[in-house]
């Protein structure tokens, strides 16, 4: 009887194991987390629109809401737009929000938007600065976001082990520079992609996109699979933006990137099978 009554004690104790076991793998388990900004109408109405060019951010959106990109849970994406991309909002969306993002996780960023220089209305001469819903050309320092505080401020509230950064602005090369020179303390390996050099413009077809952006989705479902192994590392989709965005652009723009050699053949995307019909089917770019 009491043998019994110990097998039957050790049973229900390696079971509380199992289970305990099991709970902590969940709790492991990555989760994606991504902050997609874009701004196609600004407050100040001597800043250009961008019209059509929020397709992109929902192109993108898709994708990582698909079976490719993750099923990332809408919980997990936070998207800012227009009016909703204030400069407050913004600075507060990293430590509000990616700040969720633990070790294992990955991050995701996305910004659309214009890119400019500061043109010394406001005492700055030659500073590249993303302009957000609300800032002004009079006062870019403080209601635009500097490209080269960009990686300070990701640093400071990211922990995340991996990130992946994706910039449709125009001379966005410039934050791919500030990341390239950052001396500070870094806890996160990263990928940062940008549309265009520091000193170019990026591309866009009125109401339908960014070329870069277009390029960019349609390369994450499955274009840019260039060993069709069903899967798009960082590397390849690099690779296939070089190519094409230059093709499309006659040459004139070319997409930068600073990637941590870790990071070079993390997968973007996984179970891809590229057919160029089917990605206009699910993915139309004119929506």
């Given at each position: 009887?009491?043998?019994?009554?110990?097998?039957?004690?050790?049973?229900?104790f390696?079971?509380?194991?199992?289970?305990?076991?099991d709970?902590?793998?969940?709790?492991?388990?990555?989760?994606?987390y991504?902050?997609?900004?874009?701004?196609v109408?600004?407050?100040?109405?001597?800043?250009?629109?961008?019209?059509?060019?929020q397709?992109?951010?929902?192109?993108?959106?898709?994708?990582l809401?698909?079976?490719?990109?993750?099923?990332?849970?809408?919980?997990?994406?936070?998207?800012?737009y227009?009016?909703?991309?204030?400069r407050?909002?913004?600075?507060?969306?990293?430590?509000?929000?990616?700040?969720?993002?633990?070790?294992?996780?990955?991050?995701?960023i996305?910004?659309?938007?214009?890119?400019s220089?500061?043109?010394?209305l406001?005492?700055?001469?030659?500073k590249?600065y993303?302009?957000?819903?609300?800032?002004?050309?009079?006062?870019?320092?403080e209601?635009?976001l500097?490209?080269?505080?960009?990686?300070?401020?990701?640093?400071?509230?990211?922990?995340?082990?991996?990130a992946?950064?994706?910039?449709?602005?125009?001379?966005?090369g410039?934050?791919?520079?500030?990341?390239?020179?950052?001396?500070?303390?870094?806890?996160?390996?990263?990928?940062v992609?940008?549309?265009?050099?520091?000193?170019?413009?990026s591309?866009?077809?009125r109401?339908?996109?960014?070329?870069?952006?277009?390029?960019?989705?349609?390369?994450?479902?499955?274009g840019?699979?260039?060993n069709?192994?069903?899967?798009?590392?960082?590397?390849?989709?690099?690779?296939?933006?070089?190519?094409?965005?230059?093709?499309?652009?006659?040459?004139?723009?070319?997409?930068?990137?600073y990637?941590d050699?870790?990071?070079?053949?993390?997968?973007?995307?996984?179970?891809?099978?590229?057919?160029?019909?089917?990605?206009?089917?699910?993915?139309?770019?004119?929506?």
């Amino acid at each position: 009887m009491k043998r019994d009554s110990i097998r039957g004690l050790s049973v229900i104790f390696f079971l509380v194991l199992a289970v305990g076991a099991d709970d902590v793998d969940v709790r492991r388990e990555s989760r994606i987390y991504a902050l997609c900004v874009s701004v196609v109408t600004y407050q100040e109405r001597d800043i250009p629109p961008l019209s059509g060019m929020q397709c992109d951010v929902q192109r993108f959106v898709r994708f990582l809401k698909s079976d490719y990109g993750g099923k990332v849970p809408s919980k997990n994406i936070l998207c800012l737009y227009d009016k909703e991309a204030t400069r407050e909002n913004v600075l507060r969306a990293f430590p509000d929000f990616l700040a969720k993002a633990r070790k294992q996780d990955r991050v995701y960023i996305y910004f659309n938007m214009h890119g400019s220089t500061s043109r010394g209305l406001d005492g700055s001469v030659g500073k590249k600065y993303f302009f957000l819903y609300d800032s002004s050309l009079a006062n870019m320092s403080e209601t635009a976001l500097r490209m080269s505080d960009f990686p300070r401020l990701f640093y400071k509230h990211v922990k995340a082990e991996k990130a992946v950064i994706f910039f449709q602005t125009c001379m966005s090369g410039a934050c791919v520079d500030a990341f390239k020179k950052y001396t500070g303390s870094k806890r996160t390996h990263v990928a940062v992609i940008a549309s265009s050099p520091g000193d170019k413009f990026s591309w866009a077809l009125r109401f339908v996109g960014g070329v870069y952006g277009i390029l960019l989705t349609n390369g994450l479902n499955g274009g840019a699979d260039a060993n069709r192994d069903g899967r798009v590392t960082i590397a390849e989709i690099i690779a296939y933006l070089k190519v094409y965005v230059s093709v499309c652009t006659l040459s004139y723009q070319l997409p930068v990137c600073y990637v941590d050699p870790l990071m070079e053949q993390d997968v973007l995307s996984r179970g891809v099978y590229f057919h160029i019909w089917d990605a206009i089917r699910k993915y139309p770019i004119w929506e």
